[in-house]
C-alpha cells in the first residue's frame, strides 16, 4: 500500500509487532517525507494500551542518524510481504522453543491477523496452531510462557494440548496424557462435545482406551460424531486386538455414511504384519477386503501402498498397478472381477423405490401428460417382458448427428436396431418422443 493509504485521520497506521523497532522505522520513513510536518503517531500492545503524541520532527532531529539502520523506500510501499504473512506458518513448523519476547510478538502478529482471534481465546488458538504442525516441543515453550505470566491455561488450551499429546504419544509419553486428562477432568464434572472429542483421540492412543467409549454419548447428545473420532477408536480396538469392537463402530460408521479415514486400515495391515505364520496373515488380509467390499469402501493410495507393500514383503506375492476395463476382467492376471449381484428380495424393493423417486418425481409432467404415462404403462404390460431397451432421441443423436437431417438419424437409429437384433435375445424396445414420427414418412 502508499504511504497515503498508511495514513488515516492524520495518524499514521503502522502495526509495529510486525517490525522490530517500530518508532524508529516510522521515523526514518517521515524522513523521506520532508512535507509532512507532524503526526500522532499510536503505539498500542495487547497487554496494556499507551498512546504517545508527538513532534515527528523534533523526535528525528533527536536521534542520532548512526542509531537508525538504513532502511530501504520500498518498507513504506508495501510493509506486509509474503515473509511476514508466512512467519507464523514458518514458527509453528520450524522452531521447538521461543522465549517470552518472541512469543508477545508472534501473539501480537495473530491478533493483527485475524480480527476474530482475542486476547481471551488467543492460547487456544496458539496450541491449535502447534496441534496443526504437532509440534509438541513448542506447545511445552508456550505453556511454560503462560506459567511465567502468573496464569493457567483455560479449558479449551488443555483441551487442545490433550488432543496434540494424543497425535504424539511416542514423545510425551502416556503418564503425561492422563495427567492432562485429570486436569480437566477436575475442573468440570461433564466435558463438552469438544472436550469429549480431545479426550478421545488422546485417551485411544494409551493403554486405556476403553476409557474414550464412554465418552461417545456424551458427543452425540450435543452433535454427530465425526469420522475422525470413530477411526480413532476403531484402530485402537484393532491395535489392542478387540475386532469385534472395532467392526461394531465400523458398522456404526457404515450405518451413518460415514467412512473411515486411513488410521483404521494402516492400523489393520499393521497388526496384520505382526502375526506370525502366512495363513494367519492371507486371511486377515481376506478380512479386510471384505469389509471393504462390503461397506462399498475405495482406499486411498497410502493405504495401497501398504497393502502392496506387505504382500510383497511378508507373503512374497508380486502386484501391478492395472486399469480395470469396464468388462471387468483383470489384465494383469486374466481374472475376472464379480459383479454386485442383487437376490429377488432386494430387486423387488430397488423396483420399488425406483417407480415414486426416478419416474414419478415432482417434475415428470413438466414432458409427459397423466395420459400418456398412462398409455404407456398399459404398453410394457400388455408386450413385457423386454431384454433391452433403447432411448431413441439420445441414440439417434449418439454419433454427432445433432445437425444432420431428421433422414441421417433415423437410418443410424434403423441400424442401430438391427444390430441389435442380431446380437441381443428377447424383445427390444424403443422409446421416443412424438416429435420423432415428422423424421419419416412411416
Not at 100 to 120: G, K, M, P, Y
Not at 149 to 155: A, S, V
Not at 335 to 354: I, M, T, V, W
Amino acid at each position: 500500500m502508499s504511504l497515503q493509504q498508511c495514513l488515516q485521520n492524520g495518524k499514521y497506521v503502522w502495526p509495529i509487532s510486525r517490525h522490530l523497532g517500530g518508532s524508529f522505522h516510522t521515523c526514518r520513513v517521515m524522513n523521506y517525507h520532508s512535507a509532512i510536518k507532524e503526526l500522532n503517531i499510536s503505539f498500542s500492545s495487547k497487554i496494556t494500551v499507551n498512546v504517545t503524541n508527538f513532534h515527528v520532527r523534533h523526535l528525528c532531529n533527536s536521534v542520532a542518524p548512526g542509531d537508525l539502520p538504513e532502511l530501504p523506500r520500498n518498507l513504506y510501499i508495501q510493509p506486509v510481504g509474503d515473509k511476514a504473512n508466512s512467519m507464523p506458518k514458518d514458527i509453528f513448523r520450524n522452531k521447538t522453543e521461543m522465549s517470552s519476547t518472541e512469543w508477545e510478538e508472534t501473539i501480537a502478529f495473530i491478533l493483527q491477523e485475524d480480527s476474530q482471534v482475542t486476547v481471551h481465546c488467543c492460547d487456544a488458538v496458539v496450541i491449535k496452531k502447534c496441534l496443526q504442525h504437532c509440534n509438541y516441543s513448542l506447545a511445552n515453550s508456550y505453556l511454560d510462557h503462560i506459567a511465567r505470566q502468573g496464569r493457567e491455561p483455560n479449558l479449551a488450551t488443555l483441551g487442545a494440548y490433550l488432543q496434540l499429546c494424543g497425535q504424539v504419544v511416542d514423545q510425551c509419553g502416556e503418564e503425561k496424557i492422563f495427567e492432562v486428562y485429570q486436569r480437566i477432568t477436575s475442573q468440570v464434572k461433564v466435558l463438552d462435545s469438544t472436550l469429549s472429542k480431545s479426550a478421545i483421540l488422546a485417551l485411544s492412543s494409551t493403554r486405556e482406551w476403553k476409557k474414550a467409549l464412554k465418552h461417545l454419548p456424551i458427543i452425540r447428545k450435543m452433535s454427530e460424531i465425526c469420522r475422525s473420532t470413530y477411526s480413532a477408536i476403531i484402530a485402537s480396538a484393532f491395535r489392542n486386538g478387540e475386532y469385534d469392537t472395532g467392526f461394531h463402530y465400523l458398522d456404526v460408521m457404515w450405518q451413518e455414511n460415514k467412512l473411515p479415514t486411513d488410521q483404521v486400515f494402516l492400523e489393520w495391515v499393521k497388526q496384520c504384519t505382526a502375526l506370525k505364520t502366512t495363513e494367519e496373515k492371507k486371511a486377515m488380509m481376506e478380512t479386510l477386503f471384505h469389509k471393504l467390499a462390503t461397506y462399498e469402501i475405495f482406499p486411498t493410495l497410502p493405504v495401497i501402498q501398504e497393502i502392496d507393500l506387505m504382500y510383497k514383503e511378508h507373503l512374497a506375492w508380486f502386484s501391478s498397478y492395472v486399469t480395470i476395463p469396464s468388462s471387468g476382467k483383470c489384465p494383469a492376471c486374466g481374472g475376472q472381477l464379480k459383479s454386485p449381484e442383487l437376490d429377488e428380495e432386494e430387486f423387488k424393493q430397488l423396483q420399488k423405490e425406483f417407480m415414486p423417486r426416478v419416474l414419478h418425481g415432482s417434475d415428470i409432467f413438466l414432458s409427459t401428460s397423466p395420459k400418456e404415462w398412462k398409455i404407456f404403462q398399459e404398453f410394457v404390460d400388455k408386450h413385457k417382458p423386454f431384454t433391452t431397451v433403447v432411448d431413441g432421441l439420445n441414440a439417434s443423436y449418439s454419433s454427432g448427428l445433432i445437425n444432420s437431417t431428421p433422414g441421417k438419424r433415423v437410418n443410424f437409429l434403423r441400424d442401430l436396431i438391427v444390430k441389435l437384433e442380431r446380437n441381443v435375445e428377447g424383445r427390444i424396445l424403443v422409446i421416443g418422443r412424438n416429435h420423432m414420427n415428422a423424421w419419416m414418412p412411416r
